[in-house]
């Protein structure tokens, strides 16, 4: 499995809620604070929490487990 990125930020109740879907189906993900850098601000600013795969495909919010199990199923 690759690993995954939850793009997020500080405060983002969306970004936490998507951060425990994906704990809960045991996938391997390295979350980025978009506030730590001005062009994911600017890509991803009204859009998180974004999940970003491996060959760079992406599912914005909102999703549940199911969802996020038949994206990565590609």
Known sequence: MRPLT???T???????????ILEQ??????????????SLMEQY???IPVVKDGSGRE???PFD???L????RG
């Open 45 to 47: 600013g009204v859009r």
């Open 6 to 8: 939850l793009y997020t």
């Open 59 to 61: 599912l914005g919010w």
């Open 65 to 67: 487990g199911t969802q």
């Open 69 to 72: 199990a038949h994206f990565l």
């Open 10 to 20: 500080s405060g983002c109740h969306l970004c936490e809620h998507a951060e425990a």
């Open 25 to 38: 189906g045991g996938h391997v993900f390295q979350a980025v604070d978009i506030a730590d850098d001005l």
